[in-house]
């Protein structure tokens, strides 16, 4: 860099930002060279996640000249584009050069924003049907989908920069530059919105999980309700017969022990009081949970 500095005399400043990875996406403009730094990104499939890239470029009358932090495959469609539109007489100035290279790497992120159009559909759709089973992975499915939405808008926010380079180009931009560097903004405005689009639906899909969440609780804690309800009801006719048959079992006098002849009267007759009080406390909680309900 310094080296290459030296030999097209670029300003001190330029280089200390091509040698800095964190630079911010801005144009500026120098005596012999206009300079626009933007921001890209490559998609890390181990990581799931996309990382960016610095691209600085330098546009001189007779040439330009790209830095960027990481390897990227825009250089190779703008020189694609050149072949094919050297088959139709076409002419390409250095201003030509910096408006395709800003094109492609604006476009650079359709793919993404394509399959994250597809991913928030798919979420949107599956939200509403899949089981409580199948719905495990959904809140990360939404999470995942949400950072990748606002990473995206972050990057794509490019519209600043375009008007930085028209405006501060204006004297210096040849031919119809402009008019490109305009179309520019249209792809980004398109891409914006599809971005808060999907960021719309994302925001719904997960109230709409949430709500989904939120019933299952409320079904799930009625069915407890119910079982509370039955154990009561067990409970309310079960405890008194324990109570009795404790207070036999234990060793103290109970009554028609000493009586001849009366043990198997005392015996049956409470048995069938604690049977009519068992149907009596059945019927009442029954016709308490009905009421209650």
């Known amino acids: 860099v310094e080296t290459l500095s030296r030999l097209f005399k670029i300003h001190p400043l330029t280089t200390e930002d091509i040698q800095s990875r964190d630079s911010r996406e801005r144009c500026e403009i120098f005596p012999n060279y206009y300079f626009v730094c933007i921001q890209s990104a490559y ?12 691209v600085h470029i330098l546009v001189f ?26 088959l139709y007489g076409g002419s390409f100035s ?17 793919p993404s924003i394509n399959y994250l159009e597809t991913e928030v559909d798919s979420i949107d759709q599956l939200v509403l049907v899949l089981t409580a ?15 990748k939405v ?50 719309e639906v994302l925001s719904r899909t997960h109230q709409n999980y949430l709500a989904q969440i939120s019933i299952e609780m409320a079904a799930i804690s ?5 079982l ?22 234990m060793n103290v006098r109970v009554p028609g022990r000493d009586v001849d002849g009366e043990e198997c009267v005392w015996f049956w007759g409470l048995v069938g009081g604690m049977c009519v009080w068992s149907v ?9 949970f009905i009421t209650s309900k």
């Open 94 to 110: 250095p201003d030509w050069l910096n408006y395709a290279l800003m094109d492609e790497v604006c476009d650079g992120f359709l």
């Open 61 to 86: 009358k007779q040439c330009v000249l790209t830095f960027h932090s990481a390897p990227m495959d825009h250089i190779d469609k703008v020189l694609d584009r050149i072949k094919r539109l050297t």
């Open 228 to 249: 509370g309800n039955k154990a009561t009801i067990v409970a309310a006719i079960l405890i008194p017969w324990n109570i009795v048959a404790g207070l036999f079992g």
């Open 133 to 147: 089973n199948e719905m495990s992975d959904m809140l990360r499915r939404i999470g995942n989908a949400r950072r």
């Open 150 to 199: 606002t990473f995206l808008q972050k990057f794509c926010s490019k519209t600043d920069l375009i008007k930085q380079v028209i405006k501060r180009t204006s004297n210096k931009v040849e031919g119809e530059s402009g008019l490109y560097l305009s179309d520019i903004q249209d792809h980004i405005f398109t891409m914006t919105q599809q971005l808060d689009h999907s960021e």
């Open 43 to 54: 998609e890390d499939e181990e990581k799931d996640m996309l990382i960016p890239i610095s």
């Open 222 to 226: 009625n069915r407890s309700a119910e």
């Open 280 to 288: 009596i406390a059945f019927y009442l909680c029954r016709n308490y």
